[in-house]
């Protein structure tokens, strides 16, 4: 899973968003280092949707602007849980080494 | 937020043409606002890294099919085959702007040019700027051209041969038509000898036989001349010929059409590809397509460039030898009618999906 993808599905974990709230939170949640853009947010959003990850929740016109709520589904909360674990593993391996490569390099 | 129907608005709007028809009523609005939410104020056109972002992302959602990896590669192997084949088509077209082949009294005075005061013999004549076996192609003979016949299509020319040439050397005989041809405004290029014979028998020691080619231009018009080495090192025969350079409409007509038709093939594979989404049956008429139209570029383009390497070529080669054809036609009509099968699958109109419930607010 790649670093956008799985930031859509972590803000979405946290209940529905629309596109605005989405690309906000990814910011937020990655320190500002990943700023998703419209066209690959949407690009992102339709194959999560085909992968049955992600699905529209409902639509709201806010100011005459027509606003799309996503929400995540129980298989992207499967798919979330086994890249998180994943990653944890990588982690937890890395900073274990890293740990025994401190008193050396001190 | 910037309102509805400013400068930034209708950069943006323009921008979400990339995207289908079908994807920008769904979604158009919904993708607008979000594009605007995120534009700072004061904003009057996209930066180029929104615009590419929101081209690249259209010209993808227009070939459906989200979770593929592979349908982008697929889109762009065919845009560039059907792209190359609509600027061969165009630049057989443009090259309808050159004049005739040379005639009799042209080519006569070209070869007089080149040997002055030596014989020539009959010249022949090309009756087309295109010949298929030395005869302007006909409809009838369409059978021959498309069961393997096709690479007897070709550019026809005026020839004759020159016998009794004072037996010297290659060189002098060469350095004296050089000297004619430059006085009469021709462009000389690099002379081409083969050696592909051995004088044995007439020769002690044996000596190889080498053929001499003799390459020229001025104007629209090509001139070769071949010095044979009969039976012996110096040459006494000359083989002539003179024929039509590509005239200069046909690289901007295939460069063009070229584009237009590539832009068009994407076009065609996105729609296709979105209406065949779920119909795998698609799959190999569409691989077949792929595979007879790419073989014989893939086989021809090898092959024409070792041979533009070996001799110079003031012109080159016609655009659609390159792709192969018509020597390979029998493949490119097969790709055809499965492309025609593809299609006509893609016709059958899809289910769409139930729409959202919407909620007003604010």
């Given at each position: 899973?790649?670093?956008?993808t799985f930031l859509i599905l972590t803000a979405l974990a946290a209940g529905p968003r629309h596109?605005?709230g989405i690309?906000?939170d990814v910011?937020?949640l990655?320190?500002?280092?990943?700023?998703?853009?419209?066209?690959?947010?949407?690009?992102a959003l339709?194959?999560l949707t085909?992968?049955?990850l992600v699905q529209p929740d409902?639509?709201?016109?806010?100011?005459?602007?027509?606003?799309?709520y996503y929400r995540i589904t129980?298989?992207g909360v499967?798919a979330l849980?086994?890249?998180?674990?994943?990653?944890?593993?990588?982690?937890?391996?890395?900073?274990?080494?890293?740990?025994?490569?401190?008193?050396?390099?001190? | 937020?910037?309102?509805?129907?400013?400068?930034?608005?209708?950069?943006?709007?323009?921008?979400?043409?990339?995207?289908?028809?079908?994807?920008?009523?769904?979604?158009?609005?919904?993708?607008?606002?979000?594009?605007?939410?995120?534009?700072?104020?004061?904003?009057?056109?996209?930066?180029?890294?929104?615009?590419?972002?929101?081209?690249?992302?259209?010209?993808?959602?227009?070939?459906?099919?989200?979770?593929?990896?592979?349908?982008?590669?697929?889109?762009?192997?065919?845009?560039?085959?059907?792209?190359?084949?609509?600027?061969?088509?165009?630049?057989?077209?443009?090259?309808?702007?050159?004049?005739?082949?040379?005639?009799?009294?042209?080519?006569?005075?070209?070869?007089?040019?080149?040997?002055?005061?030596?014989?020539?013999?009959?010249?022949?004549?090309?009756?087309?700027?295109?010949?298929?076996?030395?005869?302007?192609?006909?409809?009838?003979?369409?059978?021959?051209?498309?069961?393997?016949?096709?690479?007897?299509?070709?550019?026809?020319?005026?020839?004759?041969?020159?016998?009794?040439?004072?037996?010297?050397?290659?060189?002098?005989?060469?350095?004296?038509?050089?000297?004619?041809?430059?006085?009469?405004?021709?462009?000389?290029?690099?002379?081409?000898?083969?050696?592909?014979?051995?004088?044995?028998?007439?020769?002690?020691?044996?000596?190889?036989?080498?053929?001499?080619?003799?390459?020229?231009?001025?104007?629209?018009?090509?001139?070769?001349?071949?010095?044979?080495?009969?039976?012996?090192?110096?040459?006494?025969?000359?083989?002539?010929?003179?024929?039509?350079?590509?005239?200069?409409?046909?690289?901007?007509?295939?460069?063009?059409?070229?584009?237009?038709?590539?832009?068009?093939?994407?076009?065609?594979?996105?729609?296709?590809?979105?209406?065949?989404?779920?119909?795998?049956?698609?799959?190999?008429?569409?691989?077949?397509?792929?595979?007879?139209?790419?073989?014989?570029?893939?086989?021809?383009?090898?092959?024409?460039?070792?041979?533009?390497?070996?001799?110079?070529?003031?012109?080159?080669?016609?655009?659609?030898?390159?792709?192969?054809?018509?020597?390979?036609?029998?493949?490119?009509?097969?790709?055809?009618?499965?492309?025609?099968?593809?299609?006509?699958?893609?016709?059958?109109?899809?289910?769409?999906?139930?729409?959202?419930?919407?909620?007003?607010?604010?």
């Amino acid at each position: 899973m790649r670093e956008p993808t799985f930031l859509i599905l972590t803000a979405l974990a946290a209940g529905p968003r629309h596109g605005y709230g989405i690309t906000q939170d990814v910011a937020d949640l990655s320190e500002r280092r990943v700023t998703l853009l419209p066209g690959t947010l949407y690009t992102a959003l339709d194959r999560l949707t085909a992968q049955g990850l992600v699905q529209p929740d409902r639509e709201e016109v806010v100011d005459g602007r027509l606003r799309r709520y996503y929400r995540i589904t129980p298989e992207g909360v499967d798919a979330l849980h086994t890249e998180t674990a994943r990653l944890r593993q990588l982690a937890t391996v890395a900073e274990a080494r890293l740990r025994g490569l401190r008193p050396r390099t001190a | 937020m910037p309102p509805t129907g400013d400068p930034l608005t209708r950069h943006y709007r323009r921008l979400l043409l990339c995207y289908p028809r079908s994807y920008r009523r769904d979604r158009g609005e919904e993708i607008l606002g979000l594009l605007l939410d995120t534009a700072p104020a004061g904003r009057i056109r996209p930066t180029v890294r929104e615009a590419f972002d929101v081209v690249r992302n259209g010209l993808r959602c227009r070939l459906g099919r989200p979770t593929s990896r592979t349908v982008g590669v697929w889109a762009v192997l065919t845009a560039v085959i059907c792209g190359l084949f609509t600027a061969a088509a165009a630049s057989r077209v443009a090259w309808e702007t050159s004049r005739p082949q040379p005639d009799r009294a042209e080519a006569a005075a070209i070869f007089a040019d080149a040997l002055p005061g030596r014989s020539i013999g009959q010249i022949e004549t090309a009756p087309a700027l295109f010949v298929f076996y030395g005869e302007p192609f006909r409809w009838q003979a369409l059978d021959d051209m498309l069961f393997g016949d096709g690479g007897e299509y070709q550019p026809g020319f005026a020839s004759a041969s020159a016998t009794g040439l004072p037996p010297v050397p290659v060189e002098q005989t060469l350095a004296v038509t050089r000297q004619h041809l430059r006085a009469s405004g021709w462009r000389i290029y690099e002379t081409v000898s083969r050696a592909d014979r051995e004088c044995v028998s007439a020769c002690d020691p044996p000596v190889a036989l080498t053929d001499t080619t003799l390459v020229a231009s001025r104007g629209d018009t090509v001139f070769r001349m071949t010095l044979f080495a009969e039976g012996g090192p110096n040459p006494t025969n000359a083989a002539l010929e003179v024929q039509r350079a590509a005239p200069p409409a046909v690289v901007p007509a295939a460069v063009l059409a070229g584009l237009v038709g590539g832009v068009l093939a994407w076009l065609v594979f996105g729609w296709a590809s979105r209406r065949t989404e779920y119909r795998p049956g698609v799959a190999l008429p569409f691989g077949i397509t792929m595979f007879l139209w790419w073989l014989p570029v893939l086989l021809a383009i090898p092959s024409l460039i070792g041979h533009q390497r070996a001799e110079p070529h003031p012109d080159w080669h016609p655009l659609w030898e390159w792709l192969g054809q018509p020597t390979g036609s029998l493949f490119f009509l097969i790709g055809t009618v499965c492309a025609l099968i593809v299609l006509g699958c893609s016709a059958v109109p899809r289910r769409d999906t139930a729409p959202l419930r919407t909620i007003a607010t604010g």
